[in-house]
Structure formats: C-alpha cells, structure tokens
C-alpha cells in the first residue's frame, strides 16, 4: 500500500515536471484504480481467514469469535484505507503534500478519534465501535482527497511543475556561475 503510494507520488511528479500533463493524469488514475483492485483482494483475503486467525493466536473461543465479526469491519477499512494511502501519493505528487496533511487531520483527530471514542464508550459498542469510528474518518480523508484528484487541473499542474523546475535550474546555474567566478577570481589572486 505505501509502496504504491510512494511509486504513485513519484510517477505523477516526474511526469509533471516533464510536462507531460496527460501521462501524469492516467497515473494518478490507474494507481488508484489498482490500489482499490488491491484493497479489495486484501479484503478479500482478511475475509477469507477470519475464521482462523484469531484461533493463531488464541483458543479462548470468546476472542476467535470477536476476532471473527471484527475481521469483517478491518476488511471494510482495507478497502478504503489502500486508496486512501495512494491518494496521499497523487497529492505529494502534485506538490500539495499538505493537503494530505490537513486531510489526515481532519479525518483522523477530528473526525474518527472522537466518532471512536462516542461509539466504542458512550452507544457502548466496544471495539466494533472504536473501529466503525476509525472507518468513518477513513471515509471522510478518501472522499477529500479523491474530490481534489478528479478537480486537478492537470495542464495548470504541469506549468506550475514547469516553473517549480525551472526555478531551481536557474538558481543552480547561477550558484554555479558563482562558484566558478570564485574559483578564477581567487585563482588569479
């Protein structure tokens, strides 16, 4: 999941600043098509084993069984916290990475601890609450960050990559410049 993020960030960035807006597009777009196939093979996979892994670890029947029904809820959380790592990639990539950021907040601290906390204490729901709370907040971060990939204007991205770039070109020509100025100056001294 974050080998596919880090690979979609960078994918989308390097594309952008070759300016090579559509190439930059049909990646953000087929990694988070593939982190959702991914996401729903790992859920697959969680629901296929729910039944035996909590007796791995365990042979108190209580806890195979909860471990059984709360299984079904990670498995829930896999199919959108996968596309939800690699959104965070496309952001970075398109030099936003505190977008990812305040989503992360917002989805997380304001959003899913105290959902948690309300369902798992107060409707008195447990663990199954705490993470319906955590799946709530998954959610919110996945619907931001998805809304922001499907308004990218990906032509203004690549110009704006395009100055970024060029930026630091000229700065390192004239750093360079500098440096070789320096270096006949003292050398003729």
């Not at 960030?9 to 594309?15: D, G, I, L, P, W």
């Not at 952008?16 to 990646?27: E, K, T, V």
């Not at 029904?69 to 990475?97: D, Q, S, Y």
């Amino acid at each position: 999941m974050l080998s596919l993020a880090t690979c979609a960030s960078t994918r989308v960035s390097n594309e952008l600043g070759a300016n090579q807006a559509g190439r930059a597009c049909r990646s953000a777009y087929v990694s988070l098509g593939a982190s959702t196939i991914s996401g729903c093979i790992g859920a697959l996979v969680m629901v296929g084993v729910r039944g035996v892994w909590g007796s791995l670890f365990s042979h108190d029947q209580g806890i195979i069984k909860g471990v059984e029904k709360m299984m079904l809820l990670m498995a829930l959380i896999e199919v959108v916290n996968f596309p939800l790592a690699v959104c965070g990639g496309i952001v970075r990539g398109t030099a936003r990475p505190w977008l990812g950021m305040y989503a992360n907040l917002g989805g997380f601290y304001f959003l899913a601890l105290p959902m948690a906390v309300l369902l798992a204490f107060k409707a008195a729901l447990g663990l199954g609450g705490m993470l319906i709370g955590f799946l709530i907040g998954l959610a919110a971060c996945l619907i931001l960050l998805v809304v922001f990939v499907a308004r990218v204007d990906w032509e203004v991205e690549a110009g704006k990559a395009q100055k970024l770039a060029s930026c630091d070109v000229l700065e390192d020509v004239r750093e360079c410049v500098n440096h070789r100025t320096t270096e006949t100056v003292g050398a003729d001294a």
